[in-house]
C-alpha cells in the first residue's frame, strides 16, 4: 500500500531503477487479494490490465512471476494493520488505485494526476485565473479557467472547493447554465440531495436556450467530471447496491472516456498492435455492457 501510495503521491518511478517491477507487485497484489469482493466485470478488466502491464515492461513481467519483496510487502501490511492483506469489507478505493498505479506508472509509463501532480496543476490553475481576472481577459476563457480549476478541486477530493468554483462561475454570468449542471453533480456525488436538486431546478430554468453544440460540450463536461469524482474518493460512485443510478453515470462516463480513446488510437495505428486494438474494443464492450447491465438492475427494482 505504501509503494502503491507513493507512486499516486508522485514518486518520479522511471527514475527508480527496478521501480516499475514493485509497482506492478505491490499493485498485482493489492487487486489479486481483493479479488474475491470483485465483480465478474472488474475481474476481467483486471486480467486485461494484468496483460498488458506484462507486455510494457519486463520489469512488471518479472514481478507477476513473484520477486523478492512480495512476502515483505506482506510482512510490512501485517505489521502495521494486524490483518494479512486489504480489509474485504472496506471501500474500493484502495483497489481502485493500485489499479491507477499499475496503469499510470508500467502501462502507460505517464506520471500518474494524483497527489502533488493534481495540486500543482491546481495552483498553477489557479495563478492562471487571478491573472486573467485581474487583466478582464476575454469572459469565455476566465469561465474556461473556472470549469478547470473546479475539475481539478474535485478530482483532489476537495467537494466543496469545486462547488465554490461553480458558485464564483455562477455570480460571474448567472445566465450560464453550466456551473448549476456541474455543481448539481457534485453535490449529488457527495451526498448532498437538497443542495443538488436545487442546483439542478436553477439549470434547467437556464438550459431552454442551450445549442445542440453547448448540449454536447456540456455532456463532455459532465463525463469528465463524473470520472473526477469517482477517482477523488466520492462513496457513490462504487456502491452499486445503494447507488445504482450514480454507479451507471460512473461507468457511462468512462465508457465515453474509452470511445473518444480508441477513436483517436485506431487513427494511428502504427503505433498499436493488433492485439492493443482488441483490448480497448474489449475494454469498451465490458464497459458498455456495465451501463446495461445496472441500467437493468435498477429498472427492476
Known sequence: MGIVSATLGGVPVAKVGGAEGRVASAAFQIIDESVTKMSAFQIIVAAMLKRAAKRASKDSAAALEGVEGIGVFRAVFKAISGRSGPDPKGPPFFLLKASQALLSAVVLREPPLFGERVRAKLRAAERELARAVRKRDDAAAVADLRLLVAFLAARDGRFDDAVQRYIEMER????????????????????????????????????????????????????????????????????????????????????????????????????MSMVERLEIRAVRALLHAGVWSLLKKFKSK
Open 172 to 271: 460571474a454570468n448567472p445566465s450560464d447554465p453550466r456551473p448549476h449542471y456541474l455543481a448539481h453533480i457534485v453535490c449529488r456525488f457527495d451526498g448532498r440531495p437538497e443542495e443538488a436538486d436545487k442546483w439542478r431546478a436553477t439549470y434547467h430554468r437556464l438550459a431552454t436556450g442551450l445549442s445542440v453544440d453547448e448540449q454536447a460540450a456540456l455532456v463532455t463536461l459532465t463525463d469528465e467530471l463524473v470520472v473526477a469524482l469517482a477517482l477523488g474518493g466520492s462513496l457513490r460512485a462504487f456502491d452499486g447496491e445503494r447507488y445504482p443510478v450514480e454507479v451507471g453515470k460512473v461507468v457511462g462516463a468512462a465508457a465515453s472516456r474509452v470511445d473518444l480513446a480508441l477513436v483517436s488510437a485506431l487513427r494511428d495505428k502504427k503505433k
